[in-house]
């Protein structure tokens, strides 16, 4: 395998909009230097997925395969696999991420501009012409049941304001016409599915595959119903995103995209799907509608972005910034205390830390049953006091460890809405379908306030707070150390 850093090349970046893929390429290869190339032939799926997946340890870079066998364009993964990068996409930091989100919802919101001359469809294929074997959409994980489209956003308008929705969904290829689309009940699309299925209808879509990565960062922020999509993802992405009309369906599509899929589903047409690898690193399988493809629209020097299902950038994807800024503002509706929140990728999704500022001796527990009924796909919550850096596994374990006692501050919650892709999880079948429940806990590892807790006695000394120990280092000892360490200095999960 030849791996360097990204080069400027045409096959490899193009050109394009300032807030397209290929320029956040760019800068990812220029400023950061995140971005390995691997330019030897090699296989969509099998051979691209476990180079991503062996250089998940490694600081989880992005890879881009420049001769994917049997593929007219390159292939980009790992794009969303550190928490930095996906901060970064969205013009800000690991610190501040929750926060940019959160203000949304308070506006004002960029605009969308509809423009006539569309890269997107410069390569277009509709009708009979229309083969999904055209795209190098990969079989990741080891016993998938066929390729699965994994990086694509659904553009769909909800039926009850009339605004455009956007989702990312598993999917997968039945023919070169046809894949299923898996939305759950309680997601926008399912939503939309529902009503459509009640009304004796179908449903267009767009399925965007490839665009700025705040694009994708957009899509998984629960916006409410009565606020556009795409005007969340023009924020994001420091707008206004353009917007041209699709070939076949009634719907606006990211004119600056890589590749677009047009289609429409059939509510009622179900079919088998799965099983498929899934964000607990575990197989999945169900019943989903099946979507017609009418068109396939492209830039002629597309970059196919696929993302790795068993892979930290799924988690990353799915977890940060929008679901732990939903979860933190849930859990402060009940606990104004809570500083900070995290879920861990490495925990599948399932477990969160807490940080509270205590004030009255039960705010641990408060913080536990708040965060257990904010999210059902927790089974662990571990609640600290603030002056542990809940991004440091060391420290919550130190802080579990010597400031909890097990027949005082765990918390314990039998037959709890649990979820089917955690396969400890209690499975019944309820009105004909099944559903599943989870026994819960929490432990709260924050300080008695009464008696008094011991002062910790690893605490800086005074005025060294904030000491930088590589300052000490000068010249050529401090940049070896830098750079020798930089992965750990740098690296956050």
């Known amino acids: 395998m030849s791996c360097r850093t990204m080069d400027t090349t045409a096959n490899a970046t193009g050109t394009g909009s300032a807030t397209g893929l290929r320029a956040y390429l760019r800068a990812l290869r220029d ?11 090699v296989e969509a799926g099998q051979e691209t997925c476990s180079i991503v997946k062996a250089l998940e340890p490694l600081g989880a870079p992005a890879v881009l395969f420049t001769a994917v066998r049997g593929s007219r364009w390159p292939v980009v993964m790992g794009l969303f696999g550190t928490r930095h990068r996906i901060a970064a996409m969205i013009g800000t930091d690991e610190g501040t991420a929750l926060d940019r989100v959160l203000a949304l919802q308070d506006g004002p919101l960029a605009d969308v501009e509809e423009v006539d001359d569309a890269p997107v469809q410069q390569w277009r294929r509709t009708g009979d012409e229309v083969s999904l074997a055209d795209l190098p959409i990969a079989v990741h994980s080891r016993d998938d049941a066929a390729p699965y489209i994994t990086s694509g956003v659904i553009v769909a308008r909800d039926p009850r304001t009339g605004l455009i929705n956007t989702g990312m969904y598993r999917m997968m290829v039945l023919d070169e016409r046809h894949v299923t689309v898996n939305a759950a009940p309680d997601h926008d699309l399912g939503r939309i599915l529902a009503k459509a299925h009640h009304d004796g209808t179908t449903v267009p879509i767009a399925i965007v595959i490839g665009h700025h990565p705040a694009y994708l960062v957009a899509s998984q922020v629960k916006n409410p119903a009565t606020v556009d999509s795409h005007r969340i ?41 799965g099983p498929f690898g899934e964000f607990s690193y575990y197989y999945g399988a169900t019943n989903a509608p099946v979507c017609t493809v009418q068109a396939v629209t492209a830039r002629t020097d597309a970059v ?29 509706e009940s606990c104004p205390g809570v500083q ?19 004030e009255h001796e039960g705010d641990g527990k408060q913080a536990i049953l708040a965060g257990l009924a904010a999210d059902h796909f927790l089974k662990q919550i571990v609640v600290v006091d603030d002056d542990i850096d809940i991004f440091d596994d060391r420290r919550v374990l130190w802080a579990v460890a010597v400031r909890s006692q097990a027949d005082a501050d765990l918390v314990t919650l039998e037959g709890a809405r649990g979820i089917k892709m955690d396969p ?70």
């Open 31 to 41: 400023q950061t230097r995140d971005l390995l190339v691997v330019e030897r032939e």
């Open 424 to 493: 400890s999880a209690t499975a019944f079948t309820d009105r004909g379908r099944p559903d599943y429940v989870s026994a819960k806990a929490g432990v709260d590892a924050t300080r008695r306030l009464h008696p008094r807790f011991p002062v910790a006695a690893d605490l800086p000394h005074p005025g060294l707070e904030d000491l930088d120990a590589l300052a000490a280092f000068e010249g050529r000892d401090r940049r070896e150390l830098d750079g020798r360490w930089r992965h750990l200095l740098d690296f956050r999960e």
């Open 233 to 273: 993802a023009a924020t994001l992405m420091g707008g206004p995103l353009r917007v041209a009309p699709a070939l076949t369906v009634d719907l606006p599509v990211p004119a600056d995209a890589e590749i677009i899929i047009e289609g429409v589903i059939d509510p009622d047409a179900m079919s088998e799907e």
């Open 340 to 358: 900070r929140v995290r879920i861990p990728f490495h925990s599948g999704g399932l477990t969160a830390f807490i940080s509270i500022s205590k």
């Open 304 to 332: 196919f972005l696929d993302l790795h299902p068993t892979h930290r950038e799924h988690l990353g994807l799915w977890l940060f910034p929008g679901r732990e800024a939903r979860f933190l503002q849930r859990v402060r």
